[in-house]
């Protein structure tokens, strides 16, 4: 073990998934996720990744809006004992049925348990959406459906429906998420249905339920592929969706019926249904 270590704490004023997509797709070192930051650590230097981190902010201004802005820090520690004090800092979620914890945490009998390593794909059940994503999971998801989780990351949204008895495809368009959720799903002892590296264009199923947790923007673009996959009366949870987007993605799925809004923080999850005849 080297002597130090590298901390490079990133927190955004605004656009936060943005950063975290990312920081994800351009390394692979330790990252947590911290009251509205991101930590990257490393025995590594990391000025390549702040540096790259610099020039995107710069982009985002000049494409979005000159406001951007994100602090960061880049420090050297001491490198004892942070891999322990990491996990210390990492608790179980409890979210209605559901026990999420990684796998250095013991199971809780009474609940039904997902085991998730927060590691290089989204999704550990702290952020609002994927908690509020588990709620509606908890709430609509039978024994019976078929499910397709659209940008799967960690698979964790699947991983729980699969635990309600459900039959699960997942997809994402990053190869490495697919990767990590086939193997969540062999660590708590899951079955996936099926698995692929795209869109949900790709398949030639229709679902009971469609979970898609992205971002507006991406789930406005391919709110046409999620309406397409998704059989009469299907339930469509959709999440990832800040606040002050909630209408612009209502209007594109206007179409169909609204059953629920969940609201956490400044995050939205949105509960639709098909309707028979469309």
């Given amino acids: 073990m080297n002597k130090f270590y590298y901390e490079l704490t990133i927190t955004p004023n605004s656009y936060y998934e943005l950063y975290l997509d990312l920081v994800l797709s351009i390394t692979n070192e330790a990252i947590e996720e911290l009251d509205g930051s991101i930590i990257i650590r490393s025995e590594e230097t990391l000025d390549d990744i702040k540096e790259g981190i610099e020039l995107f902010i710069q982009q985002l201004k000049d494409s979005l809006d000159d406001s951007i802005e994100a602090k960061m820090t880049l420090e050297q520690k001491q490198n004892d004992d942070w891999v322990q004090k990491y996990k210390d800092a990492i608790e179980p979620v409890v979210i209605d049925e559901f026990y999420i914890r990684p796998s250095w945490v013991e199971d809780d009998n009474s609940k039904l348990n997902i085991i998730i390593d927060p590691a290089l794909t989204f999704g550990s059940g702290h952020h609002e959406t994927t908690s509020s994503c588990i709620k ?57 249905n099926a698995s692929w590296e795209g869109s949900a264009r790709i398949s030639t199923d229709k679902y009971d339920v469609v979970i898609a947790n992205i971002v507006a923007d991406v789930l406005i673009m391919i709110n046409k592929d999620l309406k397409a996959v998704a059989s009469d009366g299907a339930i469509l949870i959709l999440s990832g969706i800040l606040d002050k987007y909630e209408q612009k993605v209502l209007n594109k799925f206007s179409d169909l019926k609204l059953l629920e809004v969940i609201k956490k923080n400044e995050w939205v999850t949105i509960v639709l249904q098909k309707d028979n005849n469309e």
Avoid: M, Q, R
Wanted: proline share 0%; hydrophobic share 35%.
């Fill in 136 to 192: 509606a999971i908890g709430k609509y998801v039978k024994s019976s459906h078929k499910v397709i989780d659209v940008g799967c990351g960690s698979g964790i949204l699947s991983i729980a429906a699969s635990k309600l008895g459900a039959i699960c495809d997942i997809c994402d368009t990053d190869k490495l998420c697919v990767e990590d959720s086939l193997k969540n799903f062999d660590i708590n002892n899951v079955k996936c």
